[in-house]
């Protein structure tokens, strides 16, 4: 099963931006769709954008025109810009990567926004 690692959470005050890594143990060029998901405490975990093989892009309503997710096949990476944050972005974020039928997750990295 590939390994997804995440980076790149933190602390950071309402307005601010961050940018999230999800490198892959192996190439991403089969992956059919790579994606973010997050999960708020005592929340359910919910889709936050999502990039497929072609570069389709699909974005929860929430997070459309401030993030942005990109794919960087040579480094098996997938990033997740964060722009305009708002408290309410607070969740620890998760890659998720679907190469056939099999799908994988990473441990997860935490966003904080503070008002």
């Known amino acids: 099963q590939v390994q997804l690692v995440e980076s790149g959470g933190g602390l950071v005050q309402a307005g601010g931006s961050l940018r999230l890594s999800c490198v892959a143990s192996?190439?991403?060029?089969?992956?059919?769709?790579m994606g973010w998901y997050r999960q708020a405490p005592g929340k359910q975990r919910e889709l936050v954008a999502v990039i497929t093989s072609g570069g389709s892009r699909n974005y929860a309503d929430s997070v459309k025109g401030r993030f942005t997710i990109s794919r960087d096949n040579a480094k098996n990476t997938i990033y997740l810009q964060m722009n305009s944050l708002k408290p309410e972005d607070t969740a620890v974020y998760f890659c998720?990567?679907?190469?056939?039928?099999?799908?994988?997750w990473g441990q997860g990295t935490q966003v904080t926004v503070s008002s």
């Open positions: 998720y990567a679907l190469s056939g039928l099999r799908g994988s």
């Open positions: 192996e190439s991403i060029v089969s992956f059919s769709m």
